[in-house]
């Protein structure tokens, strides 16, 4: 578990009592943005009505789905937290499934990869998730899709979708996500690599 700022700590602080919600709720979500960098969280809380996936741009889940007055005020708090993210003085990183590869520094070597056998040269992932064992991380730079299930990973080709996150499904080759263009299934991605091994 990271070490929040000082500064963050205390604005943070500063949005629960505000927005009338406790500094523990406030301060789980905004490590679950952190956790999607930033534009996308996954959380489980029971007092913002249970489990549940935000992203930037309007889109929210969450568990007491008929709630419209919480739902409204989690959406508000999340909009609030993805400025304090955006406006943060370095936090120390994270130690996630899909950490920053560079630690702020370009790679030295070209042909570097991480441990799922993704080029450092993709960048930072710009949404990562998971759920149940299935996990995801989309590269833009790349246009790369990398999703790994049980020990074996699949890199898809997202051509020119913009990937922001994934919909609730338990079938894995039912997977779909979301893009500009609206909901793409995972089996209509060409797969371009498998285990770190070009196809």
């Known amino acids: 578990m990271p070490t929040i700022t000082p500064e963050t700590r205390t604005k943070l602080a500063a949005i629960a009592q505000q927005r009338g919600f406790s500094e523990a709720t406030v301060t789980d979500l905004y490590l679950a943005l952190v956790h999607g960098n930033g534009t996308m969280a996954q959380f489980s809380s029971s007092e913002v009505g249970g489990s549940g996936q935000w992203m930037r741009g309007g889109m929210l889940m969450i568990g007491d789905m008929f709630n419209n007055n919480l739902k409204g005020r989690v959406s508000g708090l999340f909009d609030e937290l993805a400025t304090v993210y955006e406006q943060r003085p370095l936090d120390p990183p994270m130690n996630s499934n899909f950490s ?74 039912a997977m779909t996500f979301t893009s500009q263009y609206g909901t793409i299934n995972l089996n209509s991605l060409p797969v371009v690599m498998k285990d770190g091994k070009p196809l």
Do not use: F, M
């Open 100 to 173: 920053n590869p560079y630690n702020n520094n370009a790679p030295t070597d070209p042909n570097a990869k991480t441990a799922d056998g993704i080029p450092l040269s993709w960048g930072y992932p710009s949404s990562s998730g998971s759920q149940n064992d299935t996990r995801y991380a989309y590269y833009p730079q790349a246009r790369r899709l990398l999703v790994v299930r049980n020990g074996e990973s699949w890199v898809y080709d997202t051509g020119d979708h913009q990937i922001g996150g994934v919909q609730q499904q338990n079938d894995w080759g």
